[in-house]
Each structure stands twice: as C-alpha cells, then as structure tokens.
C-alpha cells in the first residue's frame, strides 16, 4: 500500500534555528513530491515540488531533498523565523495523478 | 499570481440536504482535483477530472458525490444528501499536467448537523 509518513508530528524551536523535517514514503516508484504549508484553517500552500528525477530543489530558504531509494525527502528550513510556523505537508504523486498526503509536522518557531 | 478560487468559505447544512461547493480553478489549468480533510485527519483524495471526465476517484467518491464542469470556467462538487461525517473542509485544486504543480484554494468547510 502506498503511504506517506511525516515525523516528527510536532517540533518547537527557537527563531534563528535551521531545522528538518521529515518525509518517508513507501514504494520508491514515484512520480514526483510536492511540499505544502497549511496555516491553521486555511488552504495549502505549495512550496516545492520534486520531480522524480531530481534529488532537491530550493525557494529561498527553504531547500528540499529527494532520496527515493531509501523513500525519503527532507525539507530544511534555513534561519526559522515566527512566521514560519505552521503545518508542513509531504505529498506524493506515484503512478496516477492523485496526491497521498502525510499527516504533517506542526512547527512552532518561538521569538 | 493565479489562484484557485473556492466559495463558499463556510456552509452548514442540515444532514440529507443537497449541498454544491464550487470552485474557479487557474485559468490555463486543464486537470482538476478534490481534495477533503476532515478535523485533525490527513488530507485526502477524491477525485480528478480532465477533458470533461473524471480520471479517478477514491473509495470515498461514491455515488453520493458528483463532480461537474458546467462552464469554462467553474468546477463544482455535490454531494447529494449530507451524512455528519461529511463534515471537512473541502479544497479545490488544478494543474496544468499531471506532472506540475498541483494549487489548491483556500477550501470551504462544510459542517453537517
């Protein structure tokens, strides 16, 4: 069964901190991983996408890797600040055109 | 920069009423998506829907819900006759292939009671 593990479901830093957050996924065959922040009662915001053949891609300063035979990606948030709070989403696109979505990390950059 | 559009933001409605979420996706987007997550759950998938039909659809998509595409424009949801656990927030989403970025609207969360 394909599935989309997000861990840890929730992290506490301190402004300044560069931080991680992880992306497991079952069957390496994907198609490609899109990244997505969710502020509390709102929709998804897109922040990277990953194609399958790619291994990381950056918007500033945020940076996401891709390693599919071990079925993972990171995304590292560069300088947190208090803004950058929020729920952070994993999704993954295999063989078909839907999306399975991890449960999310809820980041909490504390000032 | 183009977004997709979802009204209503909030609707709530009575269970074993008809209810039509409606969405304007990006204007030059040809594959169009719901998308549901219910309070504290992941979110899932519905349906997709390109050149007028649906592509897939998950388990959840069942014949209480239909998709449609009335104008060049809209892309609605209607789920037939509400049961409380339809109660989510619904986003509408849109890509230009199935290899892009997929956006998603700010939802529209429906609460049956």
């Known amino acids: 069964k394909q599935e989309v593990t997000q861990i840890p479901a929730a992290l506490s830093v301190p402004e300044g901190e560069n931080l991680v957050l992880n992306c497991s996924f079952t069957d390496s065959a994907i198609y490609n991983l899109q990244w997505f922040r969710q502020d509390p009662g709102k929709g998804l915001t897109s922040l990277l996408l990953?194609?399958?053949?790619?291994r990381e891609q950056t918007s500033g300063r945020l940076n996401a890797s891709l390693d599919k035979s071990s079925g993972r990606s990171t995304l590292y948030i560069a300088a947190s600040q208090p803004g950058d709070s929020a729920t952070y989403l994993c999704?993954?696109?295999?063989?078909?055109?839907?999306?399975?979505f991890g449960q999310g990390t809820t980041l909490q950059v504390k000032p | 920069e183009p977004e997709v559009t979802q009204t209503p933001s909030h609707q709530v409605t009575q269970m074993g009423q008809e209810v039509i979420l409606r969405c304007v996706p990006i204007s030059n987007h040809l594959y169009f998506y719901w998308y549901r997550q219910i309070l504290g759950q992941k979110v899932e998938f519905l349906v997709s829907?390109?050149?007028?039909?649906?592509?897939?659809k998950s388990e959840i998509f069942d014949d209480q819900f239909s998709v449609e595409r009335p104008d060049g424009s809209n892309f609605t949801l209607k789920i037939r006759s509400t049961k409380l656990e339809d109660s989510a927030m619904y986003f509408c989403?849109?890509?230009?292939?199935?290899?892009?970025?997929?956006?998603f609207g700010e939802g529209s969360w429906l609460t049956v009671v």
């Open positions: 999704a993954v696109r295999w063989n078909t055109g839907k999306l399975i």
């Open positions: 990953i194609q399958s053949s790619q």
């Open positions: 829907f390109y050149n007028n039909e649906i592509s897939e």
């Open positions: 989403a849109s890509s230009i292939s199935t290899g892009n970025t997929i956006y």
